[in-house]
């Protein structure tokens, strides 16, 4: 009888390993894709992809027992070779070949040249060659900043006793309202796929005091600008038993500092390869909706054309402002309308024209909307009502205000937006792996 006890230990080595280690002059074993080949006559250099980096391996001709006509680009292999020094190679190590065995050869030529250091093609075709275009190291680079932006945004909320969460994306009816839902035939019932988690990770608040949830979400509006998408990638937390609506924005910005540091720690190759300096948030500003209209309009000699919104011009000239007059490439604007915010929203009771909620603008993007929720069961009732909603739609919902809530409040973050703004990409489109908008459902 055989058994499975766990992960064996392989033969082969990573670029970690080999940097980490006394491996000069010693052989290894590594895998790898072939990225490239320079064949330089009896020498050839053969750079092998892997997901840490790029290897340069050493190609002679007599030394190395493989026919390297027979060698293809985006060809899985296995080499073994003597471990030198290199300074010019990536890492500063290179792999004198000695064998190499074809794991799996390409059927095709690939159509896109991805071994340059920038692919120097459209947009559109890097998106309808995705599965190729994203083997290049500057695409790869950035979703790496995308992963470590996560896993910091995760490992900060677990050191503040955050729960992680798990919420349906098929639902009854959405967060928000409106029209812009994505309709779905349920059984012959009528749902929707989510606009977000508010709902769920609202209730969630009375089970485990702090939750977060990292998910998709999706909004079926008919835009194509370079600042939308039809699903993205949300990063939400709510917290119980606060004293104000500043909690959340202050867990906000040490969770960023945390991100941020974590990136200069253990994503510096990729930082160094986009070249990203990482934005000082050691303090944010904040500024109230109103003040942020008005300081605009003075300064920047601009008629304020919506009192209760913000434009999108609006929010570049507020992160202009503050760029210039604090040094701040974040600020969180606060005490938006009322009349423009979810029912959900508590009002400020110093004015109940305005909520205590806030936007977070990143160099002029709105990154993230968040703020204190109603916890009272009659306070949010009177305030549907008021609306014109109907608090039996949302029976369900209603009822963890009706057997008790706690104050709270909470966030979303869009995560390709965040990304896009941090590595200064004019297209929400190149942060994220496969977008989905109004004319693209594949790849």
Not at 150 to 155: H, I
Request: glycine letters at 6%.
């Amino acid at each position: 009888m055989e058994f499975i006890s766990g992960v064996k230990q392989k033969e082969t080595m990573g670029i970690q390993e080999i940097i980490s280690g006394d491996y000069a002059g010693k052989t290894v074993r590594m895998e790898g894709s072939v990225h490239t080949i320079r064949d330089m006559g009896e020498v050839a250099f053969i750079i092998l992809r892997k997901a840490e980096g790029l290897v340069q391996c050493v190609f002679e001709e007599g030394k190395t027992a493989f026919d390297l006509s027979q060698l293809k680009e985006e060809s899985a292999i296995r080499v073994t070779g003597l471990v030198s020094g290199e300074e010019r190679a990536p890492h500063g190590f290179e792999i004198r070949l000695q064998e190499i065995t074809v794991l799996s050869q390409p059927a095709e030529v690939l159509p896109i040249a991805i071994s340059k250091w920038k692919l120097k093609t459209s947009l559109e075709t890097k998106l309808g060659l995705r599965p190729i275009t994203l083997r290049n190291p500057m695409e790869r680079a950035k979703f790496r900043i995308q992963e470590g932006i996560v896993r910091g945004f995760r490992d900060f909320l677990h050191s503040q006793n955050f729960t992680e969460i798990r919420t349906p994306k098929i639902v009854a009816r959405g967060a928000e309202g409106g029209s812009n839902v994505f309709k779905l035939d349920y059984f012959n019932k009528k749902a929707e796929l989510g606009q977000s988690p508010q709902f769920y990770k609202q209730t969630m608040v009375g089970v485990y005091d702090r939750v977060f949830e990292v998910a998709p979400v999706f909004r079926a509006e008919k835009h194509n600008t370079t600042r939308h998408l039809n699903e993205y990638t949300s990063m939400d937390f709510e917290m119980g038993y606060i004293d104000s609506f500043e909690e959340i924005m202050e867990m906000e910005t040490a969770m960023l500092q945390y991100v941020f540091e974590l990136l200069c720690e253990e994503y510096a190759q990729e930082l160094a390869m986009l070249k990203i300096s990482l934005p000082d948030v050691t303090n944010i500003p904040q500024v109230r909706f109103d003040k942020a209209k008005e300081l605009v309009s003075e300064k920047y000699n601009r008629k304020i054309k919506n009192p209760y919104d913000l434009e999108p011009e609006e929010e570049v000239l507020i992160g202009r402002y503050f760029k210039e007059e604090y040094g701040s490439d974040f600020v969180f604007v606060t005490h938006y309308p009322s009349k423009k915010r979810p029912f959900y929203a508590m009002d400020d009771p110093a004015d109940s024209k305005f909520t205590l909620s806030f936007d977070l603008l990143f160099k002029g993007l709105e990154i993230t909307t968040g703020g204190q929720r109603i916890h009272d069961y009659d306070t949010i009732i009177k305030k549907m009502e008021s609306r014109g909603m109907n608090p039996e739609d949302i029976s369900s919902y209603l009822m963890i205000f009706k057997y008790g809530m706690p104050p709270h409040g909470g966030l979303g973050i869009g995560l390709e937006r965040l990304t896009m703004r941090l590595l200064d990409e004019s297209n929400v489109r190149e942060t994220t792996l496969f977008p989905r908008d109004v004319t693209r459902l594949e790849p």
